[in-house]
């Protein structure tokens, strides 16, 4: 019998690693492909100053709807640099990574518990809230606090200047372009 141009494979144990690694690359790849693109958040012709105080709060709370994974990448990004002087907040924080991974960024499907539907606000908010008092607990108090703030100010601060024309919203199947 000839298997000319074929691999051979095996089932044996490492198989079912390699596939949970290969499964687990492909899940982070569909995952942060969720964010919006960073090019379309830091397009520089997006960026204005707002025309009043409501137009601010419109655009902060229509940026923060369309950008929200971004935004969270970027609070846990300023977090993870002020954490490396750290080693044991470090630790934790690693350690919580690997539940937003799980619970917030690499989810298909949404979370269902006791028949009812998580909103991802709700995951965010709690993922935040165990994430702050867990890295509290480690002893890096102002440490985390400032990181905290600086990473909320720079998103506060990016969605307030950023211009919401170009967005287009769809949730639960419904398209909406914000007002300017």
Excluded at 67 to 81: D, H, Q
């Amino acid at each position: 019998m000839a298997t000319y141009g074929t691999i051979p494979t095996s089932s044996g144990a490492g198989d079912s690693k390699v596939e949970f690694l290969s499964r687990a690359k492909e899940r982070i790849q569909t995952g942060l492909g969720t964010t919006r693109p960073w090019k379309q958040m830091l397009d520089i012709h997006s960026i204005g100053i707002p025309h009043g105080f409501s137009d601010a709060i419109s655009r902060i709370k229509t940026n923060f709807g369309y950008f929200r994974m971004n935004y969270a990448l970027i609070v846990l990004s300023i977090l993870f640099l002020s954490l490396l002087w750290h080693p044991i907040s470090l630790i934790v924080f690693i350690v919580t990574m690997a539940g937003w991974l799980f619970f917030y960024f690499l989810r298909d499907e949404p979370l269902v518990i006791f028949h009812r539907t998580i909103d991802d606000r709700v995951i965010l908010a709690i993922l935040s809230v165990v994430t702050f008092v867990l890295l509290l607990l480690t002893g890096a108090t102002m440490n985390i606090l400032l990181a905290v703030l600086i990473g909320l100010v720079v998103v506060v601060i990016h969605a307030a200047f950023r211009k919401t024309d170009d967005l287009f919203l769809d949730e639960d199947g419904v398209d909406a372009v914000s007002s300017p």
